[in-house]
């Protein structure tokens, strides 16, 4: 596979307050009332040109100044020397980023590709991203506006958890979709009722634990924790399940080794 996977077409500076949260991920939305002030705007630009026009048409033409300038002496000096690979920053997150990863633990078993075919490849692309939603088709339209690039998983199972850890790429050409992905976990993460902690390095990255576990009848407690953290233009999502409580320690040690890769 190529080291870059195909990408998401987008459709067209911070993170909104986290309490603003929708039940899906938040597209960048104008609203109706500031598009009406934008043409507007563009109409008395458009007008205030053509009447500018008229008026110096009227006029006689003013001679041109001499053309002659001072003569600017040539820095002989030599040009600073590119980044390096390992001061670029672009450079590790524009390549393949399934590297960047955790890898699967020693002793652990790598997710069963029969029963979860959509990060078989380490891929997922923008339709299997969305399908991870309770409202699958407004989140994919949310996620596109999102400016949605790529994202790359893993998954594992050991003898106490189940993980999953996804990293989500944003083009980031309007705004920082990293940083409000991030923001949009942290906030559905409280919601559902959590201790949380700051994961060291990340400046706003949290870690949770549920108070409480999912229980369904015939079945064993399932307990979860979850981290969001982002870095540039990738947003970090780690999912921890068990039948036992799940500890800090665990949910913190997975979140800071995997913000360290970035």
Request: hydrophobic content about 40%; overall charge negative; proline content about 8%.
């Amino acid at each position: 596979m190529p080291s870059d996977t195909p990408e998401a077409v987008p459709a067209a500076d911070t993170a909104a307050p986290a309490a603003a949260a929708p039940d899906e991920p938040r597209g960048r939305r104008r609203g109706r009332f500031a598009a009406l002030i934008g043409a507007a705007a563009a109409l008395g630009v458009i007008a205030g040109a053509c009447a500018g026009y008229l008026v110096q048409a009227g006029r006689e033409p003013t001679p041109l100044p001499p053309l002659s300038q001072p003569v600017l002496e040539q820095d002989r000096g030599k040009a600073p020397a590119p980044l390096s690979a390992a001061q670029d920053r672009r450079v590790k997150t524009d390549g393949d980023l399934r590297e960047l990863l955790l890898d699967v633990p020693r002793g652990a078993d790598p997710a069963d590709p029969d029963e979860w075919p959509e990060g078989s490849d380490g891929w997922l692309d923008l339709a299997e991203y969305a399908n991870g939603f309770e409202e699958t088709g407004a989140a994919f339209g949310d996620i596109l506006r999102n400016e949605f690039r790529r994202a790359a998983v893993t998954a594992w199972d050991d003898e106490d958890h189940s993980v999953e850890i996804v990293l989500v790429q944003y083009r980031q050409e309007e705004y920082m979709a990293a940083s409000e992905a991030s923001s949009n976990g942290q906030y559905w993460a409280e919601e559902a009722g959590s201790e949380s902690w700051a994961i060291p390095g990340t400046g706003n990255g949290r870690a949770y634990v549920l108070d409480e576990p999912e229980t369904e009848p015939g079945y064993l407690p399932l307990y979860s924790a979850q981290a969001h953290a982002w870095r540039g233009d990738i947003a970090m999502e780690i999912w921890m399940y068990g039948s036992e409580p799940i500890k800090k320690k665990a949910i913190m040690d997975l979140a800071e080794r995997q913000m360290e890769r970035l």
